[in-house]
């Protein structure tokens, strides 16, 4: 009796993914184990002599485990729910399965655990489809260059570390610093984008994860996004899971031929997470404690989001994994494994934060490998010089604290690159449209706000958006699609942002005048 609630609870969260346990119930109903021992999110087990590796046991009353270590003597197993009402004794029972979750569209727009069970109170997730946790990554013949790009819809970003689709790209920094912030941006701004978005929380707290999920119901992001939530609160085996059951979520849409965008909040909490299971588990432990294969469970996660070769639907995962440095120390031993794994980092400065300087990104440690192939032509015009020149701008302002005499040419290289950082500011919930983006930089680059105050620069950008979303209205074109515009209406653009930035200048030399006259 005992063995048949263990199944019925199986099929109940697994729904069609155990149809064919009925159909085999001889086979594992009569294969029961023993709990030997248990700890801190583990167990072993006696008994069991044909179970798999990774295959799913049930506890009984709805409690499942992972089996992990396959021992002479025994099978270790990582739980996946809390180990109340589990004692030492207790029977065990094999499923025949290995871990999935469910996949589709029922999914958009839903908060559910790593098993795909849902905890948003909205019912249950009506999805006949399944995938295994563990998938093989796209082979190599079955990949196409990263070519697109996924616009983040944050200027600097954009502009200076450009991120394609298919591409993975490490967001890293000390603790609060924004990397969070710009995650969420980047989904906000696939609003207009038909980009499908997975936000996995692992190991962070319930109520940050609720502020993730408000903010993006509050903007109407939901309805393109999965939220996978593994919060410090759960089992520390859900926390390890939820990034490969993210990832099996996204290839789902990849292979229908779409793009996805795929966040891991953060994988510093995820690493954490698998040394304290391998510990508990008695592997043996290596550098800062953590297993030997460390790099491997990160590698063997991001080596799955790729960009597919059009004949096999042309879809992609790009994905934005987040971990967290300590002092700022880039060069320990997780932060340069992942750096190693991915296609380049954009690297969140605690100085620059405190400087209100926002997004706090650092310029000089951040790199796209994909670079410029993944910006539009218009774009790449633009900003191909723009890195080079900020960060020479960053080294001359440094040292010209130590000097109170510059030459003419010095002096205006820091000043264009003080309108260039004013202008590369932005905050949090704004993202700004490719044009409008184009066209700021444009409006930077090429010495038109030179002459004008600091203090005037906000509201110079402020104009340039309205005037070019202003435009884009009336000429009947989507301000984020620059590929469709010619020459002359590029040159109309210019023009009247030149016009209205001419018209600010008159206004601030008038006010400047008219206050010194009152003086």
């Known amino acids: 009796?005992?063995?048949?609630?263990?199944?019925?609870?199986?099929?109940?969260?697994?729904?069609?993914?155990?149809?064919?346990?009925?159909?085999?119930?001889?086979?594992?109903?009569?294969?029961?184990?023993?709990?030997?021992?248990?700890?801190?999110?583990?167990?072993?087990?006696?008994?069991?002599?044909?179970?798999?590796?990774?295959?799913?046991?049930?506890?009984?009353?709805?409690?499942?485990?992972?089996?992990?270590?396959?021992?002479?003597?025994?099978?270790?197993?990582?739980?996946?729910?809390?180990?109340?009402?589990?004692?030492?004794?207790?029977?065990?029972?094999?499923?025949?399965?290995?871990?999935?979750?469910?996949?589709?569209?029922?999914?958009l727009g839903r908060v559910v655990d790593a098993l795909g069970r849902p905890i948003d109170e909205k019912g249950p997730v009506n999805s006949d489809t399944y995938y295994p946790v563990e998938r093989a990554a796209p082979a190599i013949s079955s990949r196409a260059s990263v070519r697109e790009p996924l616009q983040t819809g944050i200027i600097s970003i954009d502009a200076l570390i450009p991120i394609g689709r298919g591409q993975r790209e490490l967001i890293l920094g000390d603790r609060q610093t924004g990397k969070t912030a710009i995650a969420v941006d980047t989904i906000l701004n696939q609003k207009a984008e038909d980009v499908v978005c997975i936000y996995c929380a692992i190991g962070k707290q319930?109520?940050?994860?609720?502020?993730?999920?408000?903010?993006?119901?509050?903007?109407?992001a939901m309805d393109y996004t999965i939220?996978?939530?593994?919060?410090?609160?759960?089992?520390?085996?859900?926390?390890?899971?939820?990034?490969?059951?993210?990832?099996?979520?996204?290839?789902?849409?990849?292979?229908?031929?779409k793009d996805v965008l795929i966040i891991y909040d953060d994988l510093t909490w995820h690493a954490r997470a698998y040394r304290e299971l391998a510990l508990l588990l008695r592997r043996p432990p290596g550098r800062e404690a953590f297993p030997g294969d460390i790099f491997y469970i990160h590698a063997r996660l991001l080596e799955?989001?790729?960009?597919?070769?059009?004949?096999?639907?042309?879809?992609?995962?790009?994905?934005?994994?987040?971990?967290?440095t300590e002092a700022q120390d880039m060069s320990a031993f997780i932060p340069t494994n992942l750096i190693s794994i991915t296609d380049g980092q954009i690297y969140l400065s605690p100085a620059l934060f405190q400087k209100d300087i926002l997004p706090a990104i650092d310029v000089g440690k951040s790199v796209s490998r994909v670079g410029g192939r993944a910006q539009l032509s218009d774009y790449r015009s633009i900003a191909k010089d723009l890195k080079l020149s900020y960060s020479q701008f960053e080294e001359m302002e440094s040292f010209a604290r130590f000097s109170s005499r510059l030459d003419e040419h010095?002096?205006?290289?820091?000043?264009?690159?003080?309108r260039i950082r004013e202008a590369l500011k932005q905050p949090q919930f704004d993202p700004v449209d490719i044009l409008v983006q184009i066209k700021l930089l444009h409006a930077v680059s090429s010495g038109m706000l030179d002459s004008l105050p600091l203090e005037y620069i906000d509201e110079a950008k402020t104009l340039i958006r309205e005037t070019v979303q202003q435009i884009a209205a009336r000429e009947i074109f989507?301000?984020?699609?620059?590929?469709?515009?010619?020459?002359?209406?590029?040159?109309?653009?210019?023009?009247t942002v030149k016009n209205a930035i001419r018209e600010l200048k008159d206004r601030v030399e008038k006010a400047a005048e008219e206050q010194h006259a009152t003086s």
């Open 1 to 107: 009796m005992e063995n048949q609630r263990s199944v019925n609870v199986i099929n109940e969260v697994f729904g069609a993914f155990e149809e064919s346990l009925e159909q085999q119930p001889v086979l594992y109903s009569r294969e029961i184990g023993v709990v030997k021992s248990l700890g801190e999110g583990i167990a072993r087990l006696s008994g069991l002599p044909n179970v798999q590796s990774e295959e799913i046991i049930s506890f009984g009353k709805g409690k499942l485990g992972l089996i992990y270590n396959l021992d002479p003597d025994e099978a270790g197993v990582i739980l996946l729910d809390e180990e109340d009402d589990i004692e030492a004794g207790d029977e065990v029972f094999r499923t025949g399965k290995l871990l999935s979750v469910p996949v589709g569209d029922a999914l």
């Open 206 to 220: 319930r109520a940050a994860v609720d502020r993730v999920i408000n903010d993006l119901r509050k903007r109407g």
């Open 227 to 257: 939220v996978v939530s593994a919060s410090s609160r759960i089992a520390v085996g859900l926390q390890y899971v939820a990034p490969y059951a993210a990832t099996s979520m996204a290839e789902y849409f990849m292979e229908q031929g």
């Open 410 to 418: 010095t002096q205006h290289l820091i000043e264009r690159g003080k």
């Open 304 to 324: 799955r989001s790729a960009r597919l070769k059009d004949e096999l639907g042309g879809g992609s995962i790009t994905a934005l994994p987040i971990i967290e």
């Open 478 to 495: 989507d301000g984020k699609s620059v590929k469709a515009l010619n020459e002359k209406q590029h040159a109309k653009i210019d023009e």
